[in-house]
């Protein structure tokens, strides 16, 4: 694997390596089986989620991040996005996240958990909660966000 760096974004009060150690430590994962081409899943969901935290807390491009765990761009954007899809979808995957995030927020000082937020329609979040009775599809987004995540 690349050295590591001290790349982090601006106003972000965490390295590369902070994250990657962090992350190491989470799951039990040494920085050798990051690289290494196992598709198992106890290794390749750790690895989606480090390219996830890695684009979000440093400055690294996608295919900065790629270099550095020697994949292709393209492997780097699947895994960044499915990241982000599963997260909205996935209770199970987004309460493993969130206590990692919550390692590296505390190491950086801010709060990134609203990078998590994608774009989504008042529809498409409706259609996510269909238990919803009238009344509470009228209310704002936000509180409507909230009862996703809580479910």
Partial sequence: MNEMSAYSRPGMNITEAEIIETWSKHYGLTVAQIVHR???SEVKIPRQIL???LREY???????????LERDHATVLYAYNKVKDCYLNDKELRG?????LDELNELSGKVR??????????EDILNLLPDLNEEEKDEPM???WVKYLNR
């Fill in 38 to 40: 196992d598709r198992h």
């Fill in 51 to 53: 390219i996830y935290c």
């Fill in 58 to 68: 440093t400055d690294l491009s996608l295919v900065e991040v790629g270099k550095r």
């Fill in 96 to 100: 493993k996240l969130n206590a990692l």
């Fill in 113 to 122: 958990r609203d990078t998590l937020v994608v774009e989504i329609s008042r």
């Fill in 142 to 144: 936000q509180k409507l």
